[in-house]
């Protein structure tokens, strides 16, 4: 069934029930509960309905939808990387999520998975970890705000951080760049950043093609550092080459 045909089949349902839940929508039209999400994230965004947990409500034009009350750039692509960076964890896993917009897409996905541990900065993510993941630890310190986005950081949260260890930790950065490395522009996450190899067996970075070529004011590690690098399929092919001559993997949305 095509995505227009799939699309159809959901507003049907939605206009005669008004909600209805993932699992049904697998069934009824036989693909995978990524593909169902996917084309309900479609309909949320054309203001058709609103995503809850497990399934969706249309929206009552009477009514104003549910909305953040931020803006994220360059939203489609943060929630292809999350979609794709999803596929990562494995039940079981204990994971670090750091801050900013991306992370808190990935954090939605997470609800799926079964048996995992979230330690993690980014205050935003909790109202979508708290009702669904085993269990959720945020590391305390000064909160931070910016552009919509809460987070804790400085050195407060750098020591609770410490003596804490996962398996894999999924982070952003504002730029990256063959020579400056990762980098930041908020002195309050370098010190937090910087531990993130030193607590995890793995290292994930989740950034957009924005953030490419790009300098921040201060190096969290050489490019050269990370185990993985999630982004979306307009990332510049001197990247995919570096990485790739670097051992380190490279996903991009055009991986799914």
């Given amino acids: 069934m095509f995505a227009a045909q799939r699309i159809k089949v959901i507003k049907d349902i939605m206009i005669k029930n008004k ?11 036989n693909v995978s509960d990524v593909t169902v999400r996917k084309d309900l994230e479609k309909l949320e965004q054309e203001r058709f309905l609103v995503k809850n947990h497990g399934g ?8 104003p939808a549910i909305k953040e009350d931020f803006v994220i750039e360059n939203c489609l692509e943060k929630e292809q990387i999350a979609s794709l960076a999803y596929t990562l964890v494995e039940d079981g896993d204990t994971i670090f999520l750091g801050y900013g917009s991306t992370c808190y897409k990935f954090a939605k996905n997470l609800k799926e998975k079964k048996n995992i541990t979230v330690v993690t900065t980014n205050v935003n ?26 987070f804790s950081a400085g050195e407060l949260t750098a020591e609770n951080l410490k003596g804490i ?13 063959l020579m400056a490395g990762f980098t930041v522009n908020d002195v309050s996450n370098l010190s937090v950043l910087k531990l993130i190899p ?43 080459q570096f990485f790739y001559e670097k051992n380190i993997k490279v996903l991009t949305a055009f991986d799914i």
């Fill in 19 to 29: 909600s209805v839940d993932i699992a049904t929508l697998t069934n009824i039209l």
């Fill in 56 to 63: 969706a409500v249309i929206i009552d034009s009477d009514e």
């Fill in 125 to 150: 993510a909790l109202n979508e970890l708290l009702p669904n993941i085993r269990k959720t630890i945020l590391i305390g310190g000064e909160i931070t705000y910016r552009n919509g986005m809460m």
């Fill in 165 to 177: 260890y996962v398996n894999k930790s999924f982070m952003s950065v504002d730029a990256v760049d």
């Fill in 198 to 240: 030193k607590l995890s067996k793995q290292v994930i970075l989740l950034v957009d093609h924005s953030k490419f070529d790009k300098i921040g004011f201060y190096q969290i590690a050489p490019i050269c550092s990370l185990n993985c690098i999630v982004s979306n399929d307009k990332l510049n092919d001197k990247y995919k």
